[in-house]
């Protein structure tokens, strides 16, 4: 191996060779651990020590760093206490998550660490909204983000670069291509020559560096990073290297042939670099002895202390209540001066005034600058807000919402428009693995709103009239909003940005521009979990949100005999089922309308927890009533047979006279 010292100075190179040396040391004692059965899995980075070390000793404290599973190296050049780290690997209390999660699957904000979920490829997209947030503060700083060679094969990867090269962002994109995406070999993987190759179908720089080889990787990247700050780009790296030990130390290395292995063993990036070092006088044999000893005493320290600590505790409430941030609703009251406006200008409103409101507010979403969207609700905002604020974007949901996931990181705010509800399954899996898990994992806020057009009766068949909120409901760790009126969408929208966790916020397009009602002119707020008595009555309870609303309100007016409790939910999550309960337990019944089909749906949960909770007051079943178990279909006259306006009239009738 060739190494070129150039200008760099003796205290850079015996760094860069300390900080190799410290990874493998903690890794080679984890390995005797893994035997001994004192820890349960290991991901190895072994012979990959250059990459993380080189490319972190590289940014500057203040630049954040995402690395992956492999990437110890990053923790310990950014001076992650090792106690911390280790208690982190036992589930110890010491370290990141309490015991939530396992292995690298943390951040520390105090360290500019953002660690990876499992599914890989959305921290690639996290990195662009950390890069967008500097670049809007005109900070002057790089974002690096890791991935594996087999994780560049994700959708996730094309997305990031994409979006990371159209809106210039400084991110330097790190492949480690170290041979195996687990068992798959490269060829298995990809159909080019080099990765580095696919920069240029994004519009992007790239490089080839030699991962093994510290000196080369410190040398290029600080200089890719020097570039970086001056002219804010992405740039991607490809980092040849291997994966000397298997994909996780239970399942070995059969498939890798003997060859390869010994063809990289001589390319060990510490033990060239310190013959290296050595022939130049820089070190001597005492010196390495004197290192090795001082790491060694600390790692044994460190793990002293992390086994002596006992193990978490289980605290079913701290538990619960660490799912979401903490948010204090603060209610913001208005003169009385209102407008008779749509539902879409409620929400059009709400968006403008808070805009104004959280300076560092960022909206995102296809066609939504100059055209305004396709509902138009953000018109007129370019003028106002300017386009670094509001953001047409590339089609492609998953980087988008974890773009807002980085800029959430960074400290500030965004809303996602999706162009139509359906399409949020192409943004899912950052939604439900990476938001709404993120403040359970580490107690980092995912302060996100993503507004959902949804619903059915517009003619627009399956994929344009999901009514999809039981996709999140399920989830822990999201809020779910569902708003029926003007006056309440805008309120519950002004809510749900000022709070600091992932929230769904569902505008149902039925209702956009046929929905009218009083609303204040200036900016307030309405409580998330708190539902509406819309009628009173003492024989039915009629409980419902969204589009069922309106069509229940239409029933009752058609049957002015029917004495009913209208319980509007306004959000799903949280849910406020008090309100459910108290008029059950004075009318003894109860209808659920929803307008998504039955199974799996909200109804259904609030049925058992009624049946559950109220059995003694009830005087009849608990009814549902929901959709046709089919898609949404296009044709008119299917989708009102369909939908369950009629089959809701004929149910509740009968409820009633039950
Ligand atoms: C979406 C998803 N699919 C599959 C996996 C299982 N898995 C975890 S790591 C891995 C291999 C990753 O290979 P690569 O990106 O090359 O990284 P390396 O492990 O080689 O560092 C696989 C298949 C996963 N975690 N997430
Ligand atoms: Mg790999």
């Known amino acids: 191996m060739r190494y070129h010292i150039g200008d760099l100075a003796q205290e850079e190179l015996v ?51 995402l690395p992956m599973h492999r990437n110890l190296g990053v923790f310990t050049s950014r001076n992650v206490p090792l106690h911390r780290l280790f208690g982190q690997w036992q589930g110890k209390e010491s370290g990141f998550t309490n015991g939530r999660d396992r292995s690298f699957h943390f951040g520390s904000q105090e360290h500019k660490i953002v660690g990876m979920i499992s599914h890989l490829g959305p921290q690639l997209g996290v990195a662009d909204g950390i890069a967008l947030a500097d670049l809007l503060r005109r900070k002057k700083r790089v974002t690096a983000v890791f991935t594996g060679e087999g994780a560049t094969s994700e959708g996730d990867f094309h997305e990031a670069l994409n979006v990371a090269s159209v809106w210039n962002l400084p991110v330097l994109f790190c492949i480690e291509n170290n041979g195996y995406g687990l068992s798959t070999p490269t060829n298995e993987q990809y159909h080019c020559e080099n990765l580095a190759d696919r920069a240029k179908g994004y519009g992007m720089e790239s490089r080839i560096i030699d991962g093994n080889n510290i000196l080369e990787v410190y040398r290029k990247v600080s200089e890719l990073c020097k570039a970086m700050r001056k002219r804010p780009r992405p ?15 239970a399942s070995g290395t059969k498939y890798v042939p003997e060859k390869l292995m010994k063809k990289w063993a001589k390319k060990d990036p510490i033990s060239n670099y310190e013959d290296f070092l050595v022939k130049e006088g820089v070190l001597d044999l005492e010196s390495i002895e004197a290192t090795k000893k001082g790491i060694s005493d600390e790692i044994n320290e460190n793990l002293k202390r992390a086994f002596d600590e006992s193990p978490v505790s289980f605290d079913e409430s701290k538990e619960l209540s660490n799912v979401y941030q903490e948010f204090v609703y603060k209610e913001v009251d208005c003169d009385k001066k209102s407008k008779n406006i749509r539902l879409v200008d409620a929400i059009s409103e709400s968006l403008e005034q808070s805009m104004y409101a959280h300076n560092e507010l960022i909206i995102m979403g296809q066609d939504i600058a100059e055209y305004g969207g396709v509902f138009k609700i953000t018109e007129g905002f370019v003028p106002k807000f300017g386009k670094s604020r509001v953001r047409n974007t590339p089609i492609c949901e998953s980087a988008i919402v974890s773009a807002a996931m980085g800029l959430s990181i960074n400290g500030m705010k965004a809303v996602v428009e999706m162009q139509f509800a359906d399409f949020v399954s192409s943004g899912f899996n950052p939604i439900v693995n990476y938001l709404a898990k993120v403040h359970y994992r580490w107690g980092q806020a995912a302060d996100v709103v993503i507004r959902m057009p949804c619903g059915a009766g517009v003619g627009a068949g399956p994929f344009h009239s999901q009514t999809n909120e039981a996709w999140f409901t399920k989830t822990p760790g999201l809020k779910v909003v569902y708003p029926a009126f003007p006056n309440d969408a805008k309120g519950l929208l002004n809510t749900a940005i000022n709070d600091p966790n992932p929230v769904l916020f569902f505008e149902h397009k039925g209702l956009y521009r046929s929905v009218y009602g009083d609303v204040p002119t200036d900016y307030y707020t309405l409580p998330l979990g708190k539902a509406n008595l819309l009628t009173r009555g003492e024989r039915i309870s009629i409980v419902t949100y969204g589009a069922g609303v309106h069509w229940a309100l239409e029933i009752l007016e058609n049957h002015p005999e029917i004495q009913a409790d209208l319980i509007d939910l306004r959000t799903l999550q949280p849910l406020d089922i008090e309100t459910v309960y108290d008029s059950v337990r004075k009318t003894g019944k109860l209808i659920i309308l929803q307008e998504d089909t039955l199974f799996g749906g909200i109804a259904s949960d609030i049925s058992a927890m009624v049946m559950e909770n109220c059995f003694e007051f009830l005087d009849a079943p608990v009814k549902r009533v929901g959709s046709l178990e089919t898609p949404v279909p296009f044709a008119k006259a299917l989708e009102a047979h369909y939908l369950p306006k009629q089959r809701f009239e004929k149910a509740m009738l009968a409820l009633y006279a039950y």
């Open 235 to 249: 740039i991607l790296v490809e980092f040849k290297t291997f994966r000397m030990r298997g994909h996780e130390e």
């Open 15 to 65: 760094n860069l060779y300390k900080g190799m040396l410290k990874p493998r040391m903690i890794e080679e004692k984890m390995l005797v651990l893994l035997r001994q059965g004192k820890i349960s899995k290991w991901f190895s980075g072994i012979g990959q020590e250059a990459i993380s070390v080189g490319v972190t000793q590289s940014l500057k404290t203040e630049e954040y760093i």
